[in-house]
């Protein structure tokens, strides 16, 4: 399974930064497209909670997917999986403190679709896919940065 890991340093601690991660009406916000999400679990985000969002992909403007958090350890791990046809897409977050600041790693694990899209999926995802999750960690830290207290 093709995995990326995408690295910012925040200048804003551990905890700020982690609950701007956990708040899925603040997704939106750091996405490079259009793209809204939901908890469809009541409640603080926790283990089992359940997601469901909209977004773009090359054309599919509006897809569809639903999503579980998988892993919650504060302010340190936050995780989530997406299954689409079977295939389960990983985003992973592990926040580090340095100094005053925090490391973001995004782990993305995808899996290699089928068929002739596999095959061209090298260049989809160098092209497409990795710098769009760049580009969305960049807009992550202008936000928190902008937002600081």
Same mark, same amino acid.
């Given at each position: 399974?093709?995995?990326?890991?995408?690295?910012?340093?925040?200048?804003?601690?551990?905890?700020?930064?982690?609950?701007?991660?956990?708040?899925?009406?603040?997704?939106?916000?750091?996405?490079?497209?259009?793209? #809204? @999400?939901?908890? *469809?679990?009541?409640? +603080?985000?926790?283990? !089992?909670?359940?997601?469901?969002?909209?977004?773009?992909?090359? $054309?599919?403007?509006?897809?569809?997917?639903?999503?579980?958090?998988?892993?919650?350890?504060?302010?340190?791990?936050?995780?989530?999986?997406?299954?689409?046809?079977?295939?389960?897409?990983?985003?992973?977050?592990?926040?580090?403190?340095?100094?005053?600041?925090? #490391? @973001?790693?995004? *782990?993305?694990?995808? +899996?290699?679709?089928? !068929?002739?899209?596999?095959?061209?999926?090298?260049?989809?995802? $160098?092209?497409?896919?990795?710098?769009?999750?760049?580009?969305?960690?960049?807009?992550?830290?202008?936000?928190?940065?902008?937002?600081?207290?």
């Amino acid at each position: 399974m093709p995995t990326d890991r995408f690295t910012v340093v925040v200048n804003r601690p551990a905890a700020d930064v982690f609950a701007y991660l956990t708040d899925f009406s603040k997704h939106a916000e750091w996405s490079p497209k259009p793209y #809204r @999400v939901e908890s *469809i679990t009541e409640g +603080p985000t926790r283990v !089992g909670t359940k997601l469901h969002s909209v977004g773009w992909l090359p $054309g599919q403007p509006e897809h569809a997917s639903d999503a579980e958090v998988t892993d919650l350890d504060p302010p340190s791990k936050f995780a989530f999986n997406a299954v689409e046809q079977g295939q389960i897409f990983r985003s992973e977050f592990i926040l580090t403190p340095e100094g005053s600041a925090t #490391r @973001v790693d995004r *782990i993305f694990s995808m +899996p290699k679709p089928p !068929g002739f899209v596999g095959v061209v999926f090298p260049l989809i995802r $160098g092209m497409i896919i990795k710098p769009g999750v760049r580009k969305g960690m960049n807009m992550l830290k202008a936000n928190l940065e902008s937002n600081a207290a």
